[in-house]
């Protein structure tokens, strides 16, 4: 039995596999995760109901185990910043949010750094965010 938050087998397979520069995508429950993530990346299936697991609740647990170096969002077409870019800078803090139009993100979701793909079952649109693992500094 592990004493940290994070459990979950494949998320932890999927993280101990990845490096620096390596991607995480934390997808709500909107988002064609089969079509736009990288085929050799892992998939995990976290969508159980309607917004259980939601994109912050994942996002909170893997601040704790990993560096996070870049951090990019969907941005609406309109522009308009969704509300839950609030609740991802004070997940994140001193680290900006990067906004990128649907499409370069799916395209950059697609590429070859993408290391893990979560699917949540997070209703909110909008909600999702993708993840540059940084580097643990030697002590």
Not at 22 to 27: G, T, Y
Not at 55 to 61: E, G, Q
Not at 103 to 109: I, P, Q, R, V
Not at 118 to 121: D, L, P, Y
């Given at each position: 039995m592990?004493?940290?938050?994070?459990?979950?087998p494949q998320i932890l397979r999927a993280l101990g596999e990845a490096g620096h520069g390596?991607?995480?995508?934390?997808?709500d429950g909107n988002y064609p995760l089969l079509t736009r993530?990288?085929?050799?990346?892992h998939r995990v299936y976290l969508n159980l109901a309607p917004d259980l697991v939601r994109?912050?609740?994942?996002?909170?647990?893997l601040v704790e185990a990993i560096p996070i170096?870049?951090?990019?969002v969907m941005r609406p077409d309109s522009g308009d910043e969704p509300s839950i870019f609030g609740e991802f800078r004070a997940q994140l803090p001193g680290v900006e949010l990067e906004a990128l139009g649907r499409?370069?993100?799916?395209?950059?979701?697609r590429g070859p750094d993408l290391a893990l793909a979560?699917?949540?079952?997070e209703r909110r649109v909008y909600a999702?965010?993708?993840l540059t693992i940084g580097v643990i500094p030697p002590p």
């Open positions: 592990l004493t940290y938050h994070l459990l979950h390596a991607q995480v995508l934390i997808a993530t990288h085929p050799a990346a994109v912050t609740d994942v996002l909170a647990v170096e870049a951090v990019y499409f370069e993100f799916y395209d950059l979701a979560v699917a949540t079952g999702n965010i993708l």
